[in-house]
């Protein structure tokens, strides 16, 4: 092997290199994306039949407790035990993109499931579904409320 070869090899083997760490950023990102659970957007238009009454606020707490609480955690915020340690974890019903969605939208996740997030259509019915709803808003005013005492103090 010639010097000049030598080098055109590792020239070949640099690029080659910086080619495949390349195109497995661009695959992460494209992973990453596709992460970010995102309902159709006629979900947007389904609305919710029922007032916030103490009545259906405290039936959505008893099915919340039923059958979230396990994997989103007593406050809502993505720390339930069976979510520790799933690829994608459930995710802080706290966070802005979760509590600036429509009511529809969070309706028909809760409704259709992704991943280990199960589908509660065929578990519960749809008023029921309504009401657990309601119940993740209460949850998130009251995280809200105590937030703004904080700020006061
Ligand atoms: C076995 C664990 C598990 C249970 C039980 C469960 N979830 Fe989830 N949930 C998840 C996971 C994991 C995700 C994230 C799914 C994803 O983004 O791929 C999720 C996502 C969500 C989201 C979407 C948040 C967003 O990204 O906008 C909502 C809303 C939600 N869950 C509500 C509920 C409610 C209400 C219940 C009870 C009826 C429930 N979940 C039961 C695991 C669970």
Redesign the pocket.
């Known amino acids: 092997m010639t010097l000049h070869s030598i080098f055109r090899n590792i020239i070949i083997l640099s690029n080659l290199i910086l080619f495949f760490s390349f195109s497995d950023k661009e695959n992460r990102k494209e992973i990453k994306q596709e992460?970010?659970?995102q309902?159709p957007t006629w979900a947007d238009t389904l609305i919710n039949p029922l007032s916030n009454s103490v009545e259906n606020l405290n039936n959505g707490k008893v099915?919340?407790h039923?059958?979230?609480?396990?994997?989103?955690g007593e406050n809502g915020r993505?720390d339930?035990e069976?979510?520790f340690g799933?690829e994608?974890?459930?995710?802080d019903?706290m966070?802005p993109?979760?509590v600036n969605?429509s009511d529809g939208?969070?309706f028909w996740?809760?409704s259709f499931?992704?991943?280990?997030?199960?589908e509660?259509t065929s578990?519960?019915a749809k008023t029921k579904?309504w009401e657990?709803?309601l119940?993740?808003r209460e949850l998130q005013r009251k995280y809200a409320a105590k937030k703004d005492k904080r700020k006061f103090k």
Request: aromatic fraction near 12%; include cysteine.
């Open positions: 992460k970010i659970w309902a099915i919340y039923a059958h979230c609480v396990i994997c989103h993505g339930g069976s979510g799933l994608t974890p459930p995710r019903f966070e993109a979760i969605q939208s969070i996740k809760i499931g992704k991943g280990a997030m199960p509660f578990k519960l579904r657990l709803l119940y993740v």
